[in-house]
């Protein structure tokens, strides 16, 4: 993948696109985490929390594309990488696996990061973009909560320690513990604690 542009319009349409297609593989991932794992002895509010996350996320695609509709682009007139359905493919025998490192690494960076990303976008002069930031950042609160949820569950399921079993998740599925500065407020609202995602390498390599 070549470098994302950053600064003035093309960096910012490049933002918007780079985003978006986060969103529609959010959506690709909310719907395979329900097929995926029907196998599972799963309460039925599981799958209907994963439904409201997928419509949550293809709302939030729609908010993308109509934004970079209006400046003069599409989804698809940039290249974009596949990180996201690989960390699905590792992960699509496990759902423990899956919550893990999808809605407690990779959405719950989301909550790290879009916060400046929206600031950034608004010192441009481009409030409507931040204002689509505000709304995905807002709901992503909840898919994480939603995450922590079910791997919590999961774990006490299955008679697991679940920052242990976290760490041990994170350590064969993913490139490296979460990466700070962390937003520790937003995390606390989906339920996460420091000492869960505070990680050194030397703990994962141990």
Known sequence: MPRRRKGGFKGRVALLHAIAHIELNAVDLA???????????????FYD???????????????????????????????AHDGLWQSAQKTAHDVLARLAIVP???????????PAMATSLRAAGDEESAAVLDIIYTEEI???????HW?????????LDPTITFRALVSHYHSGPPKPPFNHEARAR?????AFYEISPAILDA
Do not use: N, Q
């Open 49 to 79: 929390d994963w439904v409201a996350v997928a419509d949550d996320e293809a709302r939030h695609f729609g908010l993308l594309a109509d934004r970079l509709a209006a400046l003069g682009a599409s989804y698809g007139d940039l290249p």
């Open 142 to 148: 909840g898919h994480v909560a939603a995450g922590w």
């Open 151 to 159: 791997f919590e569950a999961l774990c006490k399921a299955r008679g």
């Open 104 to 114: 407690l690494v990779l959405e719950a960076r989301g909550l790290d990061v879009t």
């Open 190 to 194: 989906a339920g996460l604690a420091p």
């Open 31 to 45: 719907w395979d985490i329900i097929g995926r794992f029907t196998h599972e002895p799963m309460a039925p509010r």
